[in-house]
């Protein structure tokens, strides 16, 4: 087992996007430096793995919340839940996204014709 840095025990890293890629190493990173961390992802059975995995590695607590952040509600119900457990955050990590992927004059025009509509 890691030693883990103390001092952070009591602090707060907000990772959206945690099951994957960069989220997820950032996470890894964090907890390893003793933060408390707050994980936010789409996949609830995979955010649930990643929490698993990282309190048992690294003896940190984690807060899993599955949010879809492409919805406009989503932020807010976030902030209300990490609220309603008095935890303060002291670190965001915002790194949830989307791709897209095609030729880049028909996702030019699909963008304008959301912009108009």
Do not use: H
């Not at 890894?28 to 990282?54: C, N, P, W």
């Not at 303060?88 to 996702?107: F, H, K, R, T």
């Amino acid at each position: 087992m890691p030693v883990v840095n103390v001092n952070n025990r009591n602090q707060y890293a907000l990772i959206t996007g945690a099951t994957s890629g960069f989220g997820y190493e950032l996470a890894k990173l964090f907890a390893g430096d003793g933060y408390s961390l707050i994980l936010v992802a789409r996949s609830e059975d995979r955010l649930q793995e990643v929490a698993t995995e990282l309190k048992q590695q690294y003896s940190v607590e984690v807060t899993p919340i599955s949010a879809d952040l492409f919805r406009p509600e989503a932020a807010k119900e976030i902030y209300d839940e990490v609220q309603a457990r008095g935890i303060v955050v002291n670190y965001l990590v915002n790194d949830a996204g989307q791709g897209e992927w095609g030729s880049s004059s028909i996702l030019i025009c699909n963008a304008v014709l959301i912009l108009f509509s």
